[in-house]
């Protein structure tokens, strides 16, 4: 019986030693990761959040080399989706382009012009930002869909699908070694149909604080382009760069009324297409020039959204914009495709299509644009 006792215990204190073991194991294993798990371990291992919470501006100056040869680039900027990017080559011209939330630009800077500049160009330049992509992986990509681990760069990492800011499919990939963000695979946009930028981030050094990228290549179908940031400093921006030219903002606004047009068709919404109108409005079209009220144009636009139900007011080209460098004038070129259904003569419903171009002309009062005058065409009927 003795034997036997000794034997169960024995036995009990082997079992309960490989439960403390396995116990134990368990514990030493990370929780299975989500998305969230993920980004929070990137960004805490570049540094504490109060280190991260008192960056206000980056300033991120490159040496480059491509497969043409060197070249610099110049990174400025701010919290609120603010960048001033420049590059330049020693023998050519600079090219200079800013963003401040939705105003998009370009400067010459031998003359100071602006012009404005697509979402296109925007999301391309602001993919430069490595720094601070790599302080908040998530801040301009959406829809992130955690996938099978992967290798990049030789190194084991978790991924991240993820979407861009014009809707094209991103990639994330997260050293599973130390959780910094290494990797991205982004659209590149300046090739249809789409082709894929590699970008690697190879090495990384304290900068105060935190650990930030300090060396990137990004490949193309061009080659390798290598970025050695050799400055980069902490709150010295000075915020002013980011001030948006009064013509980049007048377009901008300009573009928001072409927007809201297409809106009032396509919802039958008389009133809101109305409500931009100058009070003297004048008409061009058929040979005529008309000067109808306020009244009068929203008793005319009702009548014709009433009968008319549209399923195409669409830009042909893009509206050409010219605003007055003060940004009190602008006038607007539109061609548009138009294809909606009415009822004939008969009241059967009938579709009808046409090709329009026209000039508006606008003034700004009192802190808003005003349509003035418009001048319509229509492209004759096929034969």
Not at 155 to 163: E, F, I, N, P
């Amino acid at each position: 019986m003795r034997q036997r006792n000794t034997f169960m215990l024995k036995r009990f204190l082997l079992v309960a030693g490989c439960w403390w073991l396995l116990t134990v194991a368990v514990k030493a294993q990370p929780a299975s990761s989500s998305v969230a798990d993920i980004v929070a371990r990137s960004v805490t291992a570049l540094g504490a959040s109060d280190a991260r919470a008192a960056i206000h501006s980056i300033t991120a100056l490159a040496d480059c080399l491509s497969p043409t040869g060197p070249y610099q680039t110049e990174i400025y900027s701010a919290r609120g989706d603010r960048l001033k990017f420049k590059q330049f080559r020693a023998q050519g011209k600079p090219f200079v382009a800013f963003v401040n939330g939705q105003h998009f630009w370009t400067r010459d800077e031998s003359t100071g012009h602006a012009n404005p500049a697509d979402k296109a160009l925007a999301m391309m330049i602001r993919s430069h930002e490595f720094q601070w992509i790599a302080l908040a992986p998530l801040a301009r990509f959406s829809h992130p869909v955690l996938q099978a681990d992967e290798e990049f760069d030789g190194a084991a990492c978790s991924k991240l699908r993820v979407t861009d800011e014009l809707g094209n499919p991103a990639t994330l990939f997260f050293r599973k070694q130390d959780s910094l963000l290494v990797g991205l695979l982004l659209a590149d946009t300046r090739q249809q149909p789409l082709a894929t930028v590699r970008v690697a981030f190879k090495e990384w050094t304290q900068v105060g604080k935190l650990k930030l990228p300090s060396k990137v290549v990004a490949t193309d179908t061009a080659g390798d382009f290598t970025l050695h940031f050799k400055t980069i400093h902490l709150n010295q921006v000075d915020e002013r760069i980011f001030e948006v030219p009064k013509k980049i903002s007048a377009m901008h606004e300009l573009l928001q009324l072409h927007e809201q047009q297409r809106t009032a068709h396509l919802r039958n919404n008389p009133e809101l297409l109305v409500s931009m109108f100058a009070d003297e409005f004048i008409n061009l079209s058929d040979g005529r020039i008309t000067r109808p009220s306020r009244a009068e144009s929203l008793q005319r636009f009702r009548a014709y959204f009433a009968r008319a139900t549209f399923q195409e007011w669409d830009d042909v080209v893009p509206p050409v914009i010219r605003v007055a460098e003060d940004g009190s004038l602008a006038y607007v070129i539109v061609q548009k495709r138009v294809r909606l259904t009415a009822p004939d003569e008969q009241g059967k419903p009938k579709e009808e299509a046409a090709v329009f171009a026209w000039l508006e002309t606008y003034e700004k009062r009192a802190g808003t644009w005003a349509l003035t005058a418009m001048a319509s065409t229509r492209a004759p009927a096929s034969p």
